[in-house]
């Protein structure tokens, strides 16, 4: 390398460096490593100066100092890409992180890139069933389209995640694969959603890429928009891509530190005045194009269960589907602990998904509304009291409600209780008999945790 590509440390805070270039200067995203030291890697993030850059660190942070000469490299940081990637578990530079040889990869590619050009996106008005009834019945998931998790912590959020990807890979069709992006979870639980899909034999169709809770901010953040370079790849070979990430707001949080240690001015808010554009450039890339569909789910931490969190509202504009999560319902023991009055999708019309589904969730959901109209009356005075009207609508929406747990097949050792997928049909055909009150003589203890509704009166028989 000629000296023109030098430059100089001038500062070191955490996981950035300032470094002075004064012939050549770099270009963003471009690589740095140590004249003398290899292993030091640095990234140019942004501009401080003139002629000064703010870096992030990548590795070797305990070797920098200030004065460590630096080289440009001249390349942008890239991901293996290909079908060596598929059933394997590596980290942002493409190492294996699953203890297993190196991924022998013949592409890689660049994890900074634009968007595909507005003429090249396609918009599907598909639904694509996982087989969870709440999700498919009030949130379809849209191929193509973005669904959201939203919930605090411990509500159930990678949980409902894992069983999303687990039911759509195991009844997954021809040029189905999934690619999952772990950002700032712990590393037990990206080590047992390994264990579960290895067991489960769905390894051969999902790559995974983690920056786990003790990566420094600068992997974490780079993390995602590594996941969706291996998205990107699949799509472009023409394979339906599922998108999964945990989370997006350790995303948002990890631009947040970066931006800290650059000294940028932050919003009102207290985020990056950043925040805005960073969402954008990773979601407008989960895109379907005229090659292959792209469907994401992320899930989404809640700091505080405050969804007016300004982290959290960065991402809405970006979804077709919501699924909030509910710490009440999870206390109440119905899992998945779904919010079904604050969980609302775009896809669910009758243009998309057909005018009997819409109509029974528009009456469910108006059924709902009305019981916890009711919720107050019945903490104070007892359900006893309503207008048998009243006690009759108040019963049935207990007995949605418990309808809409499931048993999952990724919580089967710690329930002890076998799995259930449920096809949509058996879903919309269970609800509209409840309204129509075919279980109105059924308690709605009856009603947890089963399958399809006929379970019900099946074992109203048995125990009749």
Request: hydrophobic letters at 40%.
């Given at each position: 390398?000629?000296?023109?590509?030098?430059?100089?440390?001038?500062?070191?805070?955490g996981?950035?460096?300032?470094?002075?270039?004064?012939?050549?200067?770099?270009?963003?995203?471009?690589?740095?490593?140590?004249?003398?030291?290899?292993?030091?890697?640095?990234?140019?993030?942004?501009?401080?100066?003139?002629?000064?850059?703010?870096?992030?660190?990548?590795?070797?942070?305990?070797?920098?100092?200030?004065?460590?000469?630096?080289?440009?490299?001249?390349?942008?940081?890239?991901?293996?890409?290909?079908?060596?990637?598929?059933?394997?578990?590596?980290?942002?530079?493409?190492?294996?992180a699953?203890?297993?040889?190196?991924?022998?990869?013949?592409?890689?590619?660049?994890?900074?890139?634009?968007?595909?050009?507005?003429?090249?996106?396609?918009?599907?008005?598909?639904?694509?069933?996982?087989?969870?009834?709440?999700?498919?019945?009030?949130?379809?998931?849209?191929?193509?389209?973005k669904?959201?998790?939203?919930?605090?912590a411990?509500?159930?959020?990678?949980?409902?995640?894992?069983?999303?990807?687990?039911?759509?890979?195991?009844?997954?069709q021809?040029?189905?694969?999934?690619?999952?992006?772990?950002?700032?979870?712990?590393?037990?639980?990206?080590?047992?959603?390994y264990?579960?899909?290895?067991?489960?034999?769905?390894?051969?169709?999902?790559?995974?890429?983690?920056?786990?809770?003790?990566?420094n901010a600068?992997?974490r953040?780079?993390t995602?928009?590594?996941?969706?370079?291996?998205?990107?790849?699949?799509?472009?070979?023409?394979?339906?891509?599922?998108?999964l990430?945990?989370n997006?707001?350790r995303?948002?949080?990890?631009?947040?530190?970066?931006?800290?240690?650059?000294?940028?001015?932050?919003?009102?808010?207290?985020?990056?005045?950043?925040?805005?554009?960073?969402?954008?450039?990773?979601?407008?890339?989960?895109?379907?194009?005229?090659?292959?569909?792209?469907?994401?789910?992320?899930?989404?931490?809640?700091?505080?269960?405050?969804?007016?969190?300004?982290?959290?509202?960065?991402?809405?504009?970006?979804?077709?589907?919501?699924?909030?999560l509910?710490r009440?319902?999870?206390?109440?023991?119905?899992?998945?602990?779904?919010?079904?009055?604050?969980?609302?999708?775009?896809?669910l019309?009758?243009?998309?998904?057909?005018?009997?589904?819409?109509?029974?969730?528009?009456?469910?959901q108006?059924?709902?509304?009305?019981?916890?109209?009711?919720?107050?009356?019945?903490?104070l005075?007892?359900?006893?009291?309503?207008?048998?009207?009243?006690?009759?609508?108040?019963?049935?929406?207990?007995?949605?409600?418990?309808?809409?747990?499931q048993?999952f097949?990724?919580?089967?050792?710690?329930t002890?209780?076998?799995?259930?997928?449920?096809?949509?049909t058996?879903?919309?055909?269970?609800?509209?008999?409840?309204?129509?009150?075919?279980?109105?003589?059924?308690?709605?203890?009856?009603?947890?945790?089963?399958?399809k509704?006929?379970?019900?009166?099946?074992?109203?028989?048995?125990?009749?």
């Open positions: 390398m000629s000296s023109g590509n030098l430059g100089r440390v001038l500062a070191v805070r996981h950035i460096a300032q470094v002075r270039f004064i012939e050549m200067q770099p270009e963003m995203h471009q690589i740095l490593v140590g004249k003398k030291d290899p292993e030091v890697r640095l990234k140019v993030y942004t501009s401080s100066g003139q002629g000064t850059f703010y870096c992030m660190v990548l590795s070797g942070s305990e070797r920098i100092y200030r004065g460590l000469e630096i080289e440009n490299t001249g390349k942008q940081m890239s991901i293996p890409v290909g079908d060596k990637v598929l059933g394997r578990v590596m980290d942002v530079f493409g190492r294996p699953d203890g297993g040889e190196e991924i022998a990869a013949t592409e890689s590619r660049q994890i900074f890139t634009s968007s595909p050009d507005y003429s090249q996106t396609l918009v599907h008005e598909e639904i694509w069933e996982t087989g969870i009834k709440v999700i498919d019945f009030f949130s379809p998931l849209m191929k193509g389209g669904m959201g998790l939203f919930g605090g411990g509500v159930g959020k990678t949980l409902l995640l894992t069983e999303i990807m687990h039911n759509v890979v195991t009844a997954r021809e040029k189905n694969v999934s690619v999952f992006s772990g950002v700032g979870e712990r590393t037990r639980e990206g080590h047992e959603l264990e579960q899909i290895k067991a489960r034999g769905l390894l051969p169709y999902v790559s995974l890429v983690y920056g786990a809770m003790g990566e600068a992997v953040f780079l995602g928009l590594a996941g969706v370079t291996l998205a990107e790849y699949f799509r472009d070979k023409g394979w339906d891509v599922l998108f990430i945990d997006v707001f995303l948002a949080q990890a631009g947040n530190e970066l931006a800290t240690l650059m000294n940028m001015i932050p919003s009102e808010d207290g985020y990056q005045a950043t925040l805005t554009s960073e969402m954008a450039a990773f979601h407008e890339r989960l895109v379907s194009t005229d090659s292959g569909i792209v469907s994401a789910i992320e899930a989404i931490y809640v700091p505080s269960d405050d969804m007016l969190d300004a982290g959290v509202q960065s991402i809405f504009p970006y979804l077709d589907s919501v699924v909030t509910s009440v319902a999870y206390q109440e023991g119905r899992l998945p602990a779904v919010d079904i009055l604050t969980s609302h999708s775009s896809a019309s009758p243009i998309v998904v057909g005018r009997p589904h819409y109509e029974v969730a528009i009456k469910a108006t059924s709902l509304k009305k019981a916890e109209s009711l919720e107050r009356m019945v903490a005075v007892g359900e006893a009291e309503l207008s048998p009207e009243n006690q009759l609508l108040y019963k049935r929406a207990k007995k949605m409600r418990n309808f809409m747990t048993n097949f990724v919580a089967e050792e710690q002890g209780k076998k799995g259930v997928m449920v096809p949509l058996d879903t919309i055909r269970g609800v509209e008999d409840i309204l129509e009150g075919k279980y109105d003589q059924v308690s709605e203890s009856r009603f947890l945790y089963i399958g509704a006929e379970e019900v009166a099946a074992a109203n028989l048995e125990h009749g």
